[in-house]
């Protein structure tokens, strides 16, 4: 069992649907990453949030808007959302200033009809 | 440009047999260099995290050893198993974005087979 807690675990949504993702730890670490992989690739990153602010947006267009309300959760909110976006949307979370491995949950496939 | 290469690009054995995977990258300083494995439809799980001064890292089965005068690094594999069948991606952090920007490497798929 992973200690980053993702759902849903599937998602198929409309191009104009709004669905959101969720995310959630209870290790105390006040780092948290959204990623998006596809198929045999490495994970790209998205955002990152650290305590509660987000402090990196790797240029990810609008329809991907992320939000932490606390500590321990973490948001991905979708609109409008395009075949392409289709793929897997991993959370990561670590505790900032140290060597520890982010620890990742085990992920939401998404895909866009 | 920052980067991290894994080869071979997928590789199948024999279970029971070892296996030595590789990672060379150009990231540059960097605070630690990190093996995840990541299962078919499951997030990475951390195998091996060495810091740039490690020379090697142990973990059961797993051996990772880091050469940073090369840049290169490889995940040693004892007595597979099947359940050591998944994708093995080598990862680092440079020093300056901390822990927020990690490089990935390409992946290597190891196939175990009985």
């Known amino acids: 069992d992973t200690e980053v807690t993702q759902t849903p675990k599937h998602l198929v949504m409309g191009m104009t649907n709004k669905k959101s993702l969720k995310c959630e730890q209870h290790?105390?670490?006040?780092?948290m990453y959204w990623y998006k992989q596809k198929a045999k690739k490495p994970p790209e990153l998205m955002f990152v949030?650290?305590?509660?602010?987000?402090?990196i947006n790797e240029s990810v267009p609008s329809r991907f808007s992320p939000e932490c309300p606390n500590s321990s959760l973490l948001n991905l909110h979708l609109h409008a959302l395009q075949p392409e976006d289709s793929a897997l949307y991993l959370c990561?979370?670590?505790?900032?200033?140290?060597?520890?491995?982010?620890?990742f949950g085990d992920g939401t496939r998404l895909s866009i009809l | 440009k920052n980067q991290v290469e894994q080869s071979p690009q997928s590789l199948i054995i024999l279970e029971g047999k070892n296996c030595t995977l590789q990672?060379?990258?150009?990231?540059?300083?960097?605070?630690?260099l990190r093996w995840y494995k990541q299962d078919t439809g499951r997030g990475p799980v951390s195998l091996t995290i060495?810091?740039?001064?490690?020379n090697t890292k142990s973990n059961g089965r797993y051996t990772a050893t880091l050469d940073a005068d090369t840049k290169q690094s490889s995940l040693h594999i004892t007595a597979s198993q099947l359940s050591d069948s998944a994708s093995y991606i080598c990862?680092?952090?440079?020093?300056?974005?901390?822990?927020?920007?990690?490089?990935f490497g390409t992946g290597t798929r190891l196939l175990v087979s009985p």
């Open positions: 990672c060379n990258y150009t990231v540059s300083p960097f605070s630690n």
């Open positions: 060495m810091t740039f001064s490690e």
């Open positions: 990862v680092v952090s440079p020093i300056g974005t901390g822990f927020q920007k990690l490089v």
């Open positions: 949030y650290s305590y509660e602010k987000l402090s």
């Open positions: 290790m105390g670490h006040r780092a």
């Open positions: 990561a979370s670590t505790q900032p200033g140290t060597n520890q491995p982010q620890h």
